[in-house]
Structure formats: structure tokens, C-alpha cells
């Protein structure tokens, strides 16, 4: 049972424009969620995260925007760069989890185009 | 910031041999750390929860007399793939869980990964 979801399995994007990475979930306990880069043959690298206490969290080119009534996040990229090509992962946790255990979405590929 | 270093980083085998990854925290001390497994164009699934000094957690549906995991000490954790085949090709990556940094932004961190090729 899948309870963290990305429905969209690729993006194209123009340089300079904006990418925008959905992500839902089912489990009304999850109160932690993060977004992860994956390149090929790497393991992830963690780009930003934000509690449920939160509906906003901003770190330089990335947002990450929550809406907890409707069980979705976004993480938005502005600009996007060549760079940013990559496969973008969302994942959610419990705090109450003490061992910290991810679920992960199936994964957004990015392209951005010159 | 912390590191996590997994080895092999790329292993091809013949079917049946057994393959031992090792996942190592180089800068910190892991009570716990994770082993996933992601087939190709799909998400990382958690197969199992390794605790130091203790037995691992595993997933439904993980076979764990196939999926052998030790976690000796606060910075190493190995998963040994027994009798391998080629339905056990895949990419395992593996995590560590620092304590010190839960309730921070990143509560894992992780290694690069073993591409596993069984022919």
C-alpha cells in the first residue's frame, strides 16, 4: 500500500522557468515530510524539509509548500537549471517514530531544457 | 555535513554466490541504519531496520535468511545477499540514522548505493 505518491513520473522544463514536484499522501499521521535529488547509480541527497506545524519552508531557489487538509505537498524550483536535471523523491515520517523510518514516492523525473 | 559511504559501489556475480555490502557512518555514531532496494524507474523500498547489537527489523515480504543483515558496531552495517539471483539484481542503498539530528531537517543520510548484477 503506497502511502506517499508522486503522480507524475516526469517534468520538462525550460531554463528559467519554474518546476513544480506534487506529492500526496494517505497516512493523516505522517508529520515530517522531505524532498530528496537522485541522480543515477547515487544515493539520494537531501534538498528541504517541513513539519506539519508548517505550510512554508523556503531555502534558496527551493519552496516547499504543505496543505495538510488536503494531504499534499509541493516543492517548487525557482529557476530551474540544467543542474536541477535529476529524479526528485518525496518522503514522509513520523516523529513519534523515534527511529526515524522513511516512506518515499515513486519518484518525479526532471528534465530542464536549455 | 555527515557521510555515509557504501561499498561496492557497482557488483556482477554469477547466480548463486553470496554478495556482502558494507554501509560505514565515517562521522558520526549510528544506533540505526536502513537498507533499501529500488528496482529500476521505481521508488526506494525499505527492506529493513538495522539496530547496533541487536536483530534487524524487516519489512513485509523481505526474506530475511535471504537478506542478511549485521549492524556489529555504531558505524557499520553489512547486508549480505545469500545464494543470489538474477531476480536479486536490483540497486540497495543504504542509511544512517544520527539521533542527535532528529527533530532536524535531515533525519538520514545516505550512502551511494550498490548496483547488483546477478547473471
Known amino acids: 500500500d503506497q502511502q506517499v505518491k508522486q503522480n507524475s513520473p516526469s517534468l520538462s522544463v525550460q531554463e528559467g522557468r519554474i518546476s513544480i514536484l506534487n506529492c500526496d499522501y494517505t497516512n493523516s499521521m505522517f508529520d515530517y515530510f522531505l524532498w530528496y535529488k537522485k541522480y543515477p547509480a547515487e544515493g539520494p541527497t537531501f534538498l528541504i524539509s517541513i513539519s506539519s506545524i508548517k505550510d512554508k519552508n523556503e531555502d534558496g531557489r527551493f519552496t516547499v509548500f504543505l496543505n495538510k487538509s488536503a494531504k499534499h505537498l509541493s516543492l517548487h524550483i525557482v529557476p530551474s537549471q540544467p543542474g536541477d536535471s535529476a529524479v526528485y523523491f518525496c518522503?514522509?515520517?513520523?516523529?513519534?517514530?523515534?527511529?526515524?523510518?522513511?516512506?518515499f514516492g515513486a519518484g518525479t523525473q526532471v528534465v530542464v531544457t536549455p | 555535513g555527515a557521510v555515509v559511504s557504501q561499498h561496492p559501489s557497482r557488483v556482477i556475480c554469477k547466480s548463486g554466490t553470496s554478495v556482502k555490502i558494507e554501509c560505514r557512518s565515517l562521522d558520526f555514531q549510528a544506533t540505526t541504519m536502513f537498507w533499501y532496494r529500488q528496482f529500476p524507474k521505481q521508488s526506494l523500498m525499505l527492506m529493513a531496520t538495522s539496530n547496533e547489537g541487536s536483530k534487524a527489523t524487516y519489512e513485509q515480504g523481505v526474506e530475511k535468511d535471504k537478506f542478511l543483515i549485521n549492524h556489529a558496531s555504531l558505524t557499520l552495517s553489512t547486508l549480505t545477499v545469500t545464494s543470489a539471483h538474477p531476480e536479486d539484481s536490483s540497486f540497495y542503498i543504504c542509511?544512517?540514522?544520527?539521533?542527535?539530528?532528529?527533530?532536524?531537517?535531515?533525519?538520514?543520510?545516505f550512502g551511494d548505493g550498490t548496483r547488483l548484477s546477478i547473471l
Open positions: 542509511s544512517a540514522f544520527q539521533p542527535s539530528n532528529f527533530g532536524s531537517n535531515q533525519p538520514q543520510h
Open positions: 518522503a514522509a515520517s513520523y516523529s513519534t517514530d523515534s527511529w526515524g523510518k522513511l516512506q
